[in-house]
């Protein structure tokens, strides 16, 4: 490139002409004064006396003549360089148009230009091949950008539009079935270029990743029903089975053909339907049912079963479906009927030898021989029975463990799923899963409880506590329960200390005021305590419909629900107050109720005055961290011996902007770094770990050769009260499973917070 003042001047056609026009003259002119000169020397020679004269005024002549022919040469070679350059400058921006367009051309993205005023001046072909795959004349240049808008949402061309405010820019569904992004940015002279991306590759990516994981969540909740003892199935409004465990497809599947979603009439046997008919349409009508039944499975054999029907009822009031939960007590049914017929056959010896007593009196001593012999057998059987029973409990509350885990990894699974947002349809989905698996947590948490209680696996741990810190909690814990469903709660706070065990007492408490609200339509509720002479009296009162004086009795038993005329159904087991009841009785306290239908209710616990000593030991902390603080950062190690366990935990502290590593055990660990030399933030550690091995090992053998030791959550689904202790002597912090991520990240919080 010449600098700026050595570039020749690039003229236009028109004044290069002119120029040309004037040299030429210029040129004529010359040529005519040299010819005069060159005649008046010739014709002035015959005067000038001195020839000398003569020449030397033609020779001067002459070198003004060529002087004057120098300088036009000079200006012709000028403008002929000018046109040169003139040529040159076409030809270079003939070649950058030409490069511009073969550069829109080639860009994989549909491409629009508009001017200043936002009239299009250019597109490329991608963005024309929209237009005619979709049979729409394409804009022509000109058309100000919103018209072509209009005509892209009118014609059909644009299907579907998503504003996503975490996104680049707008995301249209074209009509070929294509996903593509606009993004917009303005030029300097103030016009604008359009790019359309098409993204439908990332689309499908992101829906496969959600189905994918919402198949992964239905299959963990299949796991989980397929390992409870019992025959679990879901029929639809019309009367199809939607869901099954393979308890009850093994039970009424006889041929090969898959139960779900065959019509209900179609897996019983007619007589069967016929008699379940009545008891289906009650818990359409949204009430659960319970009943007892003989039938006969589909390889012929016969078993009684005990049936529950539980509603499945919208947040609109709409019944959906009902659950099937359904129980063998062929083994109950059987001692039921043997000490039936042993007291039958007890009655009718007792008024055979009644009747022979008058003259038989030396068969008496022979009578009361075989009637105690009787009631050895009858003693015998009760206990044969209780024994079994027995049995049963200390199973259900030994795999509570095995049956938690897959739970644990599906809620961890779908809480990471609720970090992200996919869309309100997935987000339905996703909400879906998370409330079917609360339905399932609370439905196995309330089974394992009661199983644990009738097995005598839980023992208190009885200390002297303030009431002050477990009142505000439950308080205030409820109180955002009981807005939600319209109603006031009252509390009446205490400083009271009392002997029990806080957290068997805190369940009770709980249970009282679950039923408070699910109970009470209107009104408010009462929480508070009153002093009765050495002992504390906890109540909780309500303005509900109150419940019969007849069933005061009835409402501790299991499975028993007293329900008044027009309440709303509920998804419970009544199991609540059964629970309440062996708590109170592995507590000593009493547990009492008083009700007036029509106006109320009230449920007291006597709980025993206590005094602190000088050096209590801190329980656990209640106090929840709030969760806005960011873990962003954070380095995670987790140890668990469930890979699936393994995944959701990794999956929701990374979507938390943790940095986290995960093992099965230390070996695995050791086999990723250095325990003893890397840096670490926080360990989350399962307490049952594969051969023999125990998380609270395994963290020892970590912290125990390191300078500074790494802060520890550990995770287990043992309720003791010896591992709680050990737990807290260690100074971890302890976590029941299923994990609940919100309680999860307060945890984490904390931790991290304090160290």
Known sequence: MLPAQERPEILTDEAKDRRIAELEADNRRLCRIRDALIVRVESGAAHKPEPYAAFEHSVILAEQVRERTEALNLTMDELKASNLALERARQEAETTRQRLSDAIESI????????????????????????????????????????????????????????????????????????????????????????????TDVKNSEMARRIKALEESERWIRVVTDHVPALIAYVGADLTVQFCNKVYEAWYGGSDEPLLGKPLKDVHDPVLYQRLLPHVREALNGTSVNFEFEETGARGECRYMLRSYVPNISSEGRVLGFFVLIRDITDRRKTALALEQAYDNLERRVKE?????????????????????????????????????LSKTKFLAAVSHDLLQPLNAARLFTGALLEHSFGPRAEALVRSVSTSLDDVESLLGTLVDISKLDAGVIRPDVTAFDLRDLLNNIAREFRQMALAEGLQLDFVPSSAVVQS???????????????????????????????????????????????????????FQEFKRIRPAGAQPDKGLGLGLAIVD????????????????????????????????????????????????????????????????????QTLLEGWGCQVLTAVSLEHLQQQLDPLTADADLILADYHLDNEQNGVDVVAAINDARSHPIPVVMITANYSNELKQHIRELGYLLMNKPVRPLKLRSALNHLLRAH
């Open 501 to 555: 065990d806080s957290q068997l007492l805190a369940r009770i408490l709980r249970n009282f005021l679950t039923n408070a609200i699910r109970y009470t339509g209107k009104g408010r509720i009462l929480l508070g305590c009153r002093r009765c002479g050495d002992d504390i009296l906890i109540q909780v009162w309500d303005t509900g419909p109150g419940i019969p004086e007849d069933k005061l009795s009835e409402i």
């Open 353 to 389: 030898r009644t009747a022979a007593l008058t003259g038989l009196n030396n068969q008496l001593r022979q009578e009361i021989s075989e009637r105690a012999a009787v009631e050895a057998r009858l003693r015998d059987a009760k206990l044969e029975a209780e024994r079994a029973n």
């Open 582 to 649: 062996k708590i109170s009785g592995i507590l000593g306290h009493d547990v009492t109720v008083g009700s007036v239908e029509g106006k109320g209710s009230v449920f007291s616990v006597r709980v025993p005055c206590g005094t602190l000593s000088p050096r209590r030991e801190q329980g656990e902390t209640t106090d929840v961290v709030p969760a806005d603080h960011s873990l962003g950062g954070a380095r995670i190690w987790v140890i668990d011996n469930d890979h699936a366990i393994c995944r959701g935990m």
């Open 108 to 199: 994989a993205d549909g491409f629009v230009l508009f001017d200043h005023r936002h009239c299009l001046i250019q597109s490329n072909s991608r963005f024309r091949s929209y237009w005619r795959y979709a049979g729409v004349e394409v804009p022509a240049p000109g058309t100000p950008i919103a018209e072509v808008k209009r005509q892209a949402v009118v014609s059909g061309l644009i299907v579907e539009e998503q504003d996503n405010p975490a996104s680049e820019g707008t995301v249209f569904l074209l009509s070929n079935g294509r996903w593509v992004q606009m993004t917009e940015r303005p030029t300097r002279e103030g016009g604008l270029v359009v790019l359309y991306s098409d993204i």
